[in-house]
């Protein structure tokens, strides 16, 4: 018997997901990780160190299905893991619309100068949440923080946002729910708002990529550490147009509590938190997100087979180089991946080659650890001996085996090599 609307309700109220390691290749969404590279390694360089690894704090954007209802697919992935509560999001965003559509309508009229722009604006956003695979907006997401009682982040490139925005009029933004702490304010429960701020993590969403037309979640990789996220917040220039739902419009305090001081022009500061609010659960197998093929790995706890192609194996390792190229051992793993690669692409007819222990301590140690090894083999052909009984090895069979793909990672993975080589010695420089 599935949830009801308002048990799923309840949920996103409180509950944040947090990707497993073992299945960030095969949701991660690898073109939005590139576009939000540079902006990702920032997030990870501003936050404390895992206290078990002493790797930095993992986040990247999942992937979310491109049918039209992308905004409330990432929110439903954000606070459980599962695109499957995106229809009860739209069905309460659109109530939230229709329902207090005077209050909407009143902000509007501020960010637009007219009550025509006000009208317009209201009436199209509400017949698109109505509309099953509409496009959805920046309204939308301020009512869909007001749906949840906790703010929504939208963030794109680092770039981007500095050239054309933050805000309501802007392409990113922190959507506060301005509606519900208005309404704790008329009551003088100021300490409600800073406590329902303060302690609810934001759901924080990215562009999917620089054509800015789909929507993707931002997650934390396991739970060891609660992750900060910048806190976009317009500045306010003279001549400009209003931004109704951020300061000075709004108390400035209502974005003090998300976060911190950084001293950026773009973004007023790092949300930080203790620890989640609610368990995450566990992703389903049977979620969208997943290939059929992929369905029997996960419920078993194993990293999922992506397809064998030279792009899927490009784009584990750059989800690779994200999620440990600050590590120390990081050169070790490149090395040891090259090697093993190579001994591939040298000696087809090695059949020693084509066999990995996975419990040997030495490869666990180099590479087997970290996340995008295993899968980069499972992309290369590359099974586990018995997914029904054992998880011990992986093996090559003839049959799978690609010896120019083999090649052309290896040169990939050599190039990688030379790069991070090149870096160090500019670091070094500088």
Request: hydrophobic share 40%; net charge negative.
């Amino acid at each position: 018997m599935g949830s009801s609307p308002e048990d799923v309700l309840r949920s996103a109220k409180i509950q944040s997901y947090a990707c497993p390691r073992n299945q960030v290749c095969a949701l991660v969404d690898a073109r939005a990780l590139g576009y939000l590279e540079g902006f990702l390694q920032e997030i990870a360089q501003r936050n404390p160190r895992s206290p078990a690894t002493n790797e930095p704090a993992i986040v990247v954007p999942l992937r979310t299905s491109p049918d039209g209802n992308c905004l409330v697919n990432a929110v439903s992935i954000a606070v459980s893991g599962t695109e499957a509560h995106s229809g009860v999001l739209r069905e309460k965003m659109a109530a939230e619309l229709t329902d207090n559509g005077n209050w909407y309508h009143n902000k509007l009229v501020i960010a637009h100068g007219t009550a025509e722009a006000a009208t317009k604006e209201l009436e199209q956003a509400k017949q698109q949440a109505s509309s099953p695979q509409a496009f959805l907006g920046s309204l939308h997401m301020l009512a869909l923080a007001n749906v949840l009682e906790r703010p929504v982040i939208l963030v794109a490139s680092r770039e981007n946002m500095r050239t054309l925005g933050v805000g309501y009029h802007g392409l990113a933004g922190t959507f506060l729910p301005v509606r519900v702490l208005e309404g704790l304010q008329a009551e003088q429960e100021d300490p409600a708002a800073k406590s329902l701020l303060a302690q609810k993590r934001p759901v924080v969403l990215a562009w999917g990529s620089e054509a800015r037309d789909h929507f993707v979640p931002l997650m934390g990789v396991g739970t060891e550490i609660s992750v900060g996220f910048p806190v976009p917040a317009p500045l306010a220039n003279e001549g400009e147009l209003p931004d109704p739902f951020s300061p000075p419009q709004v108390p400035q305090a209502w974005i003090d509590y998300l976060c911190r001081s950084c001293g950026e022009q773009v973004y007023c500061g790092c949300w930080e938190a203790a620890s989640f609010t609610a368990p995450p659960p566990s992703i389903n197998p049977e979620s969208k997100l997943f290939h059929p093929h992929q369905a029997a790995a996960a419920s078993l706890g194993t990293s999922v087979e992506p397809p064998r192609t030279l792009e899927t194996a490009v784009d584990v390792l750059l989800l690779l180089k994200h999620a440990h190229s600050e590590n120390a051992e990081y050169v070790t793993l490149l090395e040891t991946l090259s090697k093993m690669v190579k001994n591939l692409a040298d000696f087809p007819a090695e059949a020693k080659y084509r066999k990995i222990n996975l419990e040997n301590a030495a490869f666990q140690k180099r590479c087997g650890r970290f996340i995008g090894s295993v899968e980069l083999f499972l992309a290369l052909g590359f099974q586990y001996d018995d997914q029904a009984t054992s998880l011990a090895s992986l093996t090559l069979p003839k049959e799978r085996e690609n010896g120019e793909l083999n090649r052309r990672v290896a040169g990939t993975l050599g190039s990688m090599l030379a790069q991070y080589g090149k870096d160090i010695m500019k670091t070094t420089q500088n």
